[in-house]
């Protein structure tokens, strides 16, 4: 498994904010023509854009999902980038800043893609791609969606040069790119099967902790984590909390780094459990 120190100069790791500004719908329409083109034309079909915006925008998203980590040009990038950084601000970005924490930690329910934590955990798969489902709704989609193609391009490096899938309960490391974080934190969860074993929590305890070393070798000051390895790929929601809140704050304690956490969740039933965990949880 490759370690920040052997990764750390194949991909770029050096952050910069990058000029934003929201785009008319015509002018996104036009970026889209001009991204379908080359997208269509890398899959031998032939473009047609009489489409309404939304639908052009729908397609690019299914192709992006199912476009293998080959280099693109400057310029689709250039458009690229324009495009979804229009769309951030148009969704609204999320001073984590202004959240109410307790011990370092503090819930939040919402879009992981909207907050500017200094990193953002993606729940990945052990092949660290993303996902290739066109319009899939996974976080692990709607990440590498919203951050850009320069995800899987600098994952497909890291894990070209490991020569092996990613083993859960580790983490890598890559910019975000487009999103309103700095750094997205790929972590494989473990996936459970008929039931949950000691294996399993030994390995999702470790997420965390290889998420938050990672971020402190990094020097990073705020962290949102997304429910690992709940969903699809089995871990009950409310033992998976447990968890989490236990191997963060179990974390800050030992080492006392200075490091803001947020839980981000999705649904109700994730809030109400998070909510009544954190309560109970010294």
């Not at 999320?94 to 819930?107: C, I």
């Not at 092996?164 to 997205?184: D, F, R, V």
């Not at 934190?185 to 000691?198: A, E, K, Q, Y």
Request: hydrophobic share 40%; net charge negative.
């Amino acid at each position: 498994m490759l370690t920040l120190n052997e990764y750390k100069n194949i991909i770029d790791l050096n952050y910069e904010l990058k000029p934003a500004a929201v785009l008319s719908e015509e002018e996104k329409s036009a970026i889209c023509d001009e991204m379908l083109g080359v997208l269509l034309e890398e899959r031998n079909e032939i473009a047609a854009f009489s489409y309404p915006y939304k639908v052009k925008r729908e397609l690019i998203w299914g192709y992006l999902n199912q476009r293998m980590p080959n280099p693109v040009s400057p310029r689709f990038l250039e458009i690229q980038d324009k495009l979804f950084r229009s769309e951030i601000l148009e969704n609204g970005v999320v001073n984590v800043s202004s959240f109410e924490y307790k011990n370092s930690v503090a819930l939040w329910q919402g879009d992981i893609t909207r907050l500017d934590a200094d990193a953002v955990v993606n729940a990945a798969n052990n092949a660290l791609l993303g996902c290739f489902i066109p319009h899939h709704k996974c976080i692990d989609n709607v990440i590498h969606s919203r951050a850009g193609v320069q995800v899987r391009l600098d994952c497909s490096k890291i894990m070209g040069a490991q020569g092996e899938p990613e083993p859960a309960g580790c983490a890598k490391i890559t910019l975000a790119y487009n999103l309103p974080s700095k750094y997205i934190i790929h972590t494989v969860g473990p996936m459970v099967g008929t039931h949950v074993t000691d294996e399993d929590r030994r390995v999702l305890r470790n997420c965390y902790i290889s998420c938050l070393n990672l971020a402190k070798e990094m020097k990073l000051r705020s962290i949102a984590f997304c429910c690992i390895s709940t969903g699809i790929f089995g871990f009950p929601n409310d033992e998976a909390a447990a968890i989490a809140v236990g191997a963060v704050k179990n974390w800050l304690m030992e080492t006392g780094y200075d490091i803001r956490v947020i839980f981000d969740v999705f649904l109700d039933k994730d809030r109400a459990i998070y909510e009544d965990v954190l309560k109970n949880t010294k």
